[in-house]
């Protein structure tokens, strides 16, 4: 008797797929020092999307990333990035950043302003060009989001490299926090003004007001809380924050943003909120990563794609590069710390790609521009480490067994 394969059977089969192939692909091949785990998954992500995978198989393709499968695996990818964008909140040290204010204000706003300029200049010559602009999106709005995506530091995959060179708890790596810390706050800023929907503009103000009102209840009532509790409290509060964001029209995801931010991070014990973000990347997000993948597309030409994520790179890196070294000749940092800082602030992978999940939800940008978006995001991340380890070896910073075998 022939089985007919169900829809449950095809869920589990792309979920084998999901994890299995960037695992295998890390871990024979050994890419760690180039390619961590987390990006080989990107990459897996966009490679088993219908632009590559679909493209060779097409019928493999459609078989088992059937549309009731991919809906199923969307839920996934969203709770998964809300949970992550919420715990990307809880970490800004806010306070650490008053306390250095000069400094970090100087060294984040150049290393924002100038790489989003960088950025809006390929923006505005892609938007002189058919395929690239959303159907939705108004001209400074595609400017100032790709521009602001060049401009994106991923917090918590910096977090998780600077433990990889053993540098986190050193003060670089704490000065190095606080300007990513303070630029996330001015990145979600800066897209929720792009989101605004003037035609819901009473809606939006309504969120705000009706946001600031139950902060006050909810920070009251998690210091009122014992910690085993706060951690129940938690994913409610993410979830109505969420809801709140895109029924306003500014999208779930700043919602998750907004949730994570206002929640004091010693509420929590340290080591147990690491271990939840190092468990929803290893047992979530690569589902998100695959969501990822499949909304990515080559119909403007794999050449003009991979052109126009050239021109991306080259904007990000250099202005990121050019902004941090301005900021260290203004507060005459000593020798080097602006190439180390400046190349770490480089890493991009899962903020960015969030940032432009969100850009292309709203149709500012289209799939061809979200997929040269995606290449710079993980070469940037991919420099990373092969240029910074080197640099610390030779310094004497601590770079731990990465810099020990670059050196």
């Known amino acids: 008797m022939t089985h007919q394969i169900t829809t449950t059977e095809l869920y589990l089969i792309a979920m084998a797929i999901i994890f299995t192939v960037p695992w295998l692909v890390w871990r024979l091949l050994r890419t760690d020092y180039w390619a961590p785990l987390v990006v080989v998954q990107i990459v897996a992500g966009i ?28 839920g996934v990818a969203w709770w998964a990035v809300m949970i992550f964008v919420c715990i990307a909140g809880i970490e800004l040290d806010l306070a650490q950043a008053w306390a250095n204010r000069r400094e970090t204000v100087v060294t984040a706003g150049l290393a924002l302003f100038t790489p989003l300029l960088a950025g809006a200049a390929v923006a505005w010559v892609l938007l002189g060009l058919p395929g690239w602009i959303g159907v939705e999106g108004r001209p400074w709005q595609f400017v100032v989001g790709v521009g602001m995506a060049c401009a994106v530091t991923a917090l918590p995959i910096l977090i998780l490299f600077m433990e990889k060179l053993s540098i986190l708890r050193q003060p670089i ?17 800066v897209l929720a003004i792009v989101l605004m929907d003037w035609e819901r503009i009473g809606r939006q103000a309504a969120f705000l007001v009706a946001f600031g009102l139950a902060c006050l209840l909810f920070r009251r009532l998690m210091r009122a809380l014992a910690e085993r509790d706060r951690w129940y409290i938690l994913p409610i509060w993410l979830c109505v924050c969420a809801f709140g964001a895109d029924w306003a029209g500014l999208h779930y995801m700043v919602g998750a943003f907004l949730a994570g931010v206002v929640v004091d991070a010693r509420w929590f014990d340290q080591e147990r909120m690491d271990l939840m973000r190092h468990h929803v990347l290893l047992v979530l997000m690569p589902v998100f990563f695959l969501s990822t993948g499949l909304r990515t597309t080559w119909e403007l030409g794999g050449a003009m794609v991979f052109a126009a994520a050239a021109a991306l790179l080259v904007a990000s890196v250099a202005g990121k590069l050019a902004g941090v070294h301005l900021a260290g000749r203004i507060l005459r940092w000593p020798r080097g710390d602006a190439g180390i800082i400046g190349w770490l602030l480089q890493t991009k992978a899962l903020i960015m790609i969030i ?11 289209t799939s061809a521009t979200f997929t040269a978006l995606l290449l710079m995001a993980v070469a940037s991340t991919m420099l990373t480490i092969p240029v910074v380890a080197p640099r610390l070896a030779r310094d004497g910073a601590g770079a731990g067994d990465i810099a020990a075998r670059a050196a």
């Open 47 to 74: 490679l088993l999307g219908p632009g590559v995978l679909g493209a060779a198989f097409p019928d493999y393709y459609a078989f088992v990333f059937a549309p009731e499968v991919v809906a199923a695996l969307n």
């Open 173 to 189: 790596g704490q000065r190095i926090l606080r300007y990513a810390s303070l630029d996330d706050i001015a990145i979600w800023g």
């Open 355 to 365: 940032f432009a999940n969100v850009l292309l939800d709203k149709a500012i940008i």
